[in-house]
């Protein structure tokens, strides 16, 4: 037998040729993969957009870092205690610190900070801050960018000094016009002498502070050596409610434990549990660990991917067998010519590749619409939702070869069968 | 060396149609039939007569129930049916009552379609499809649509798809039977013609006058060959 030769790309001319002759039918049946290919890529675009921001965050934490936080306990009797007038104790110590430090393997350091609210006044302006009590390591661990000046020193921390840093956007606050470094601040009575403005690299509003009270500015962050704020503040803070004072000792309001790798980070975080549950009679900290949050926002995003997508491959579905309707009907419509075609010395092969080449281009021509239409709708969603959308390139890739699959897969049964057609049949058909 | 000779040998040719239970049609019943190369023959019978399928069976259309059917020496009687597709598009050209042109491809490209199962270059042929196009009077005619044309016009369009291929058998069925008797007796000159060039035509029809063009008549009658009139002889082979 002699092995003729394809005709492959008349087949395609053909092909494109009798999908033109039905204009409103070939786009009517592409309509389906384009808006199965277009929402495969647009709602992975939008998770990924969802899944990067919150990932972003838990970054910028530090995937490296331990963060534990002082917790006030949920404690009836002790709330009662509270009430009237005793001061209550809890949270982390320096001796946790120092704890963690000496026998928890593979930490680099311990950054202990403490938080007291308090307004700090210039001028006659006065803005209620967030004090930050310490050390100089905290902008590495942390993440400032130095904007002007310096950030605390090791001497600030060793002297006392009345030193401070204030953030940009309190500098702002404050200093209206003025340089911020020739000037000092008032905090209760004590002065402060301002020596470097900074920006906090994580973004400031996702930090959960203790006793955030709404509406108010969440960059307004003075920091100060903690020697300072030890010696100026103490450890008892008071707050004045109606009818009643609160007295509170907290000796750190949270800890940053900065393990060597990002491997030790997950062995660390049940050791420093267990050391410090020996210490701690109350449920008072929190440990948060950046790494564990950024594997459940992974593992949420695979969910979230696998949801929408499926939805998506739905309608994708749902297109192919829109495909292979049309396609069925016109292999009964085109009878008459398979026949014609069979007569004239087409094999069945040929019939099969054309009614394939049909739906294939079909599907290929209403993936290649869709992916255009994939990448501007993530776009347009941005812009007028202001939620992130990314695109990725193995979503594109994805939804364009499962168009190209969907087209062979449900475009294979109309061809075969008109390939089947007994061609006397055929050419008697009207 | 007969058998050399014929490009058609029709040998105990029977077909059974098994309509489903006991019911049987015998369409044909034990044909014997030879037709030698350049020879004219035409088959008449009333419908039922078993001409259609004779026809379809000669053009490798369909398969015999049991005999033997020899194209050109060659017995395609139990071929496959890439190889009937084969046989038909390289050894036989096809004229049919109702014209069947492709609807959506114009006068030019329906005279390509038996070459592009050929696996031929279609550009390099594009002259001699002209060329076939100018033999049967369609020159002016290339781009237009079968839906264009008259039905004379079509039946030549059809004609000189039937040649493209060159091949040596060409089969009409009926290739006057929608047309008025002045177009008629046109596509049956050329016919006329193309037998004179030296094609073997087998040609179907219910009309006496047109049997008379062929060199032999051969009568069809409840599946077998009632008899066999021979109008003028055969042309001699060398």
Redesign the interface.
């Given at each position: 037998?002699?092995l003729?030769?394809?005709?492959f790309f008349?087949t395609i001319r053909l092909g494109i040729?009798?999908l033109l002759?039905h204009k409103l039918r070939s786009v009517l049946t592409m309509l389906g993969i384009i808006f199965g290919v277009c929402s495969v890529i647009a709602m992975l675009a939008i998770g990924e957009g969802a899944s990067y921001q919150a990932q972003e965050e838990i970054k910028k934490l530090g995937s490296q870092n331990i963060i534990l936080r002082s917790l006030k306990p949920v404690d009836d009797a002790n709330r009662a205690d509270a009430g009237r007038g005793t001061s209550l104790e809890y949270g982390l110590t320096y001796d946790d610190g120092a704890r963690i430090q000496a026998t928890v393997p593979g930490v680099i350091r311990v950054l202990p900070i403490r938080i007291i609210r308090e307004n700090v006044r210039f001028a006659r302006s006065s803005v209620a801050c967030q004090i930050l009590g310490t050390l100089p390591t905290y902008q590495a661990i942390v993440g400032l960018d130095i904007v002007k000046g310096r950030f605390l020193a090791e001497t600030d921390d060793l002297n006392q000094d009345n030193v401070c840093t204030v953030t940009e956007g309190l500098a702002g606050r404050l200093f209206a016009f003025q340089d911020p470094l020739l000037q000092s601040i008032k905090i209760n009575s004590f002065y402060y002498r301002v020596v470097g403005v900074v920006r906090e690299r994580n973004m400031p509003e996702q930090r959960t502070q203790p006793g955030k009270t709404e509406g108010e500015p969440l960059d307004n962050n003075v920091y100060i050596p903690l020697s300072t704020a030890r010696s100026r503040f103490g450890e008892t803070l008071v707050r004045r409610r109606a009818g009643s004072i609160e007295m509170e000792r907290v000796q750190l309001h949270q800890m940053t434990v900065q393990m060597r790798d990002v491997a030790a980070v997950e062995a660390a975080d049940p050791q420093i549990k267990g050391l410090l549950d020996r210490f701690h009679k109350q449920n008072d900290y929190e440990t948060i660990v950046p790494l564990q949050l950024l594997r459940q926002a992974e593992q949420t995003k695979r969910i979230f991917n696998i949801v929408l997508g499926s939805i998506a491959a739905i309608s994708l579905l749902v297109g192919g067998i829109g495909i292979m309707n049309i396609m069925l009907a016109t292999v009964t419509e085109r009878t008459?010519?398979i026949?014609?075609?069979?007569?004239?010395?087409?094999?069945?092969?040929?019939i099969t590749v054309q009614f394939l080449v049909e739906t294939v281009v079909l599907s290929i021509g209403g993936g290649l619409v869709g992916v255009v239409l994939g990448i501007m709708v993530p776009f347009v969603v941005s812009r007028v939702t202001d939620m992130p959308t990314i695109v990725t390139p193995w979503s594109v890739l994805l939804a364009f070869s499962i168009s190209g699959a969907v087209g062979i897969v449900f475009g294979l049964y109309p061809a075969k069968a008109a390939a089947k057609l007994d061609?006397?049949e055929a050419?008697r058909h009207e | 060396m007969a058998q050399e000779q014929a490009i058609i040998r029709l040998e105990e040719l029977e077909k059974r149609y098994d309509l489903g239970g006991e019911a049987e049609v015998r369409a044909l019943r034990g044909i014997d039939l030879v037709v030698r190369p350049g020879s004219y023959v035409a088959i008449m019978g009333p419908s039922g007569s078993g001409k259609s399928t004779m026809l379809n069976l000669i053009g490798c259309l369909d398969r015999p129930t049991s005999g033997r059917y020899f194209l050109g020496g060659t017995d395609v009687s139990a071929m496959p049916d890439d190889e009937l597709s084969e046989a038909r598009g390289s050894g036989i050209g096809f004229i049919f009552q109702s014209y069947n042109l492709i609807a959506q491809l114009t006068v030019i490209e329906n005279i390509q379609v038996p070459l592009l199962y050929q696996g031929k270059d279609l550009d390099a042929a594009h002259d001699h499809c002209v060329q076939l196009a100018q033999t049967v009077g369609l020159g002016d005619r290339l781009h237009h649509r079968p839906n264009q044309l008259s039905g004379g016009q079509q039946q030549r369009v059809a004609i000189a798809r039937s040649l493209v291929n060159d091949p040596l058998l060409i089969l009409a069925d009926e290739p006057t039977g929608n047309l008025d008797s002045r177009t008629g007796v046109e596509v049956l000159e050329l016919i006329d013609q193309l037998n004179a060039r030296g094609k073997t035509i087998v040609l179907v029809t219910h009309d006496e006058r047109i049997a008379t063009r062929a060199h032999r008549v051969i009568h069809m009658k409840d599946g077998l060959i009632e008899r066999e009139i021979v109008n003028r002889p055969e042309p001699s082979q060398g």
């Open positions: 037998m002699k003729t030769s394809f005709p008349s040729k009798s002759l008459r010519e026949g014609i075609r069979r007569a004239l010395g087409a094999k069945r092969r040929h061609p006397i050419l | -």
